[in-house]
């Protein structure tokens, strides 16, 4: 079928258009992703973690691969090296830029398959509302400076969703071939981006079972290889070197799941009871799991936005042409696959957190300028009776909604990451300047010895054998009985690096046998490092 000028010159406009959209909210994002990082405090725990697997890379990688997805760690480590041509980057701060520059780098790029997502869903102008929004959402903002593995499985995971919907769309092999690369690279970051190969595998199953012309079977079975095959360029041989294809975490996840399913379904008739109870507990797990989902959905949106996403998602279901096709399957399929690994991640563990809720918050906010219109246009008729509704007006109140969602957002969007524990930041700096580069930190926040560039050890029943210094975290209780004795308190600040903080954090240094017995060992005075005023 021929394309018309007036279509072709509609299509360039189109692309104009998107390209300016881009351009506008990257800038933003940079901007704002430069200043969180310049502002930040404490990177997470985690971060901890991936800086250390990064230097790994240096001298044993195989350590690396065999214990976790190595993914954002090699990302880290690649970016160092970059960074390294331009000067010396070997200080602890040098590996927290890098790696800060590198997950604010796939967070700009992510825009880019989001966008085009939301273009294809609720439409361009509604999608470039909804990046801005997400853009402005103080908690996924902050994922980028706080070393957290999100931004980049969020960038490989939504370019292959994208290349998958226009894969079923256009019924292109080689588009299939293109998103199970990209699901192979976001399961090496985390494991669940092999979600996307279950999706395209069940779509293309789908429409092996009705071929039409569009897609005749020779070329779903093609779509099929391709998907297939670029899922394992990356995955072949990082499987290969750890021995097996699913990480422990995930396959430990989804064994004991089978597990108790299993031993539920085969439990006799004397064990009813029993069973009945073992059921009312999973249903109580779940009911649980839910509402902990719908508690982090909520926090990264700010409880503000919730309303309207959901005002969204109720107006364009009802508005959308009811059928069976590729939109509507992979979307409804992405969105029961992550609540379903949620609930079972909250099952086994106990535990969730706002980041693993981020791919959930990514589909939802396109439906956010949606709910947000849908409210504009009902304030519009419920408020202003006197007046026909117009358009202009039905704008204005959009703008305001949207002013005042942004408005919300900035106290938490521009306050550094990690503030509310300064002190924390405070310790670890006293401890680099005032002990020894060979002295042992034991702290339950592995963030203190790291910043403080010293060798760590985790407490483990309280037990401070080997450590040169002890740092607790104490409430108005005041310090643990077990340091009053062989240990000298040198230096103490509130948890938010203010001396009147509820908590404290309180640097304990060990006292040697033949110091313990002198009672005239002398305290460090404020110059050295004692208790100050932050």
Not at 277 to 304: P, Q
Not at 434 to 455: C, H, L, Q, T, W
């Amino acid at each position: 079928m021929s394309i018309t000028p007036d279509q072709l010159q509609a299509e360039r406009t189109g692309h104009k258009y998107d390209t300016l959209n881009l351009i506008v909210l990257i800038l933003v994002a940079c901007v704002l992703g430069i200043y969180l990082i310049a502002t930040t405090v404490l990177i997470s725990k985690d971060g901890v973690l991936y800086i250390e697997q990064a230097r790994l890379y240096s001298s044993d990688p195989g350590a690396v691969i065999r214990k976790d997805t190595p993914g954002y760690p090699f990302l880290i480590f690649a970016a160092h090296k970059f960074a390294g041509i331009f000067g010396d980057k070997s200080s602890l701060l040098g590996w927290i830029h890098a790696a800060q520059g590198v997950t604010l780098l796939f967070r700009l790029l992510g825009l880019v398959p989001l966008y085009l997502i939301g273009k294809r869903l609720v439409g361009p102008r509604n999608s470039f509302y909804a990046m801005l929004i997400l853009i402005l959402l103080p908690h996924p903002a902050k994922m980028t400076c706080e070393l957290t593995r999100e931004w980049p499985y969020a960038f490989f995971l939504t370019t292959g969703f994208l290349l998958l919907l226009r894969g079923a769309g256009c019924a292109g092999w080689r588009t299939f071939g293109a998103a199970g690369l990209a699901a192979g690279l976001a399961h090496i970051v985390r494991p669940e981006g092999a979600q996307l190969v279950v999706f395209g595998v069940l779509w293309l199953s789908l429409k092996l079972a009705r071929p039409g012309r569009d897609m005749t079977r020779t070329r779903i079975v093609l779509a099929l290889a391709a998907l297939l095959i670029g899922f394992a360029i990356p995955v072949g041989p990082y499987a290969k070197a750890r021995g097996k294809i699913m990480p422990g975490k995930m396959r430990e996840l989804l064994l004991t799941s089978s597990e108790s399913a299993g031993r539920s379904a085969e439990g006799d008739d004397s064990d009813s009871r029993r069973g009945a109870c073992a059921t009312a507990g999973v249903l109580s797990g779940v009911g649980e799991a839910i509402y902990e989902l719908c508690e982090k959905i909520n926090e990264n949106l700010l409880y503000f936005f919730v309303p309207p996403m959901l005002v969204g998602i109720y107006v364009r279901l009802r508005s959308r042409r009811k059928g069976f096709n590729e939109d509507r399957f992979l979307v409804s399929s992405f969105v029961v696959f992550n609540v379903t690994m949620l609930i079972l991640l909250y099952q086994n563990y106990h535990y969730m957190s706002r980041r693993h809720a981020l791919p959930l918050v990514l589909i939802g906010v396109f439906y956010v300028p949606w709910g947000l219109r849908a409210i504009s246009d009902r304030l519009e008729r419920e408020i202003i009776r006197n007046h026909p509704p117009s358009a202009k007006n039905s704008l204005r109140w959009f703008t305001i909604l949207l002013i005042i969602g942004i408005v919300v957002c900035l106290p938490k969007l521009i306050e550094p990451a990690g503030a509310d524990k300064q002190g924390c930041r405070d310790a670890a700096e006293w401890l680099k300047k005032n002990s020894s580069v060979d002295d042992v930190v034991m702290a339950a926040d592995p963030r203190i010895g790291f910043y403080a560039e010293r060798k760590r050890l985790t407490p483990d029943n309280d037990v401070t054998e080997g450590a040169d210094y002890v740092v607790k975290i104490v409430g108005k209780s005041g310090e643990p009985a077990h340091l009053t004795r062989g240990a000298q308190e040198v230096y103490s600040v509130g948890i938010n690096g203010r001396q009147e903080s509820d908590k404290k954090v309180i640097v304990y240094r060990m006292l040697r046998p033949e110091a313990e017995g002198n009672s005239g060992s002398p305290a460090l005075s404020s110059e050295d490092g004692g208790d100050r005023e932050q």
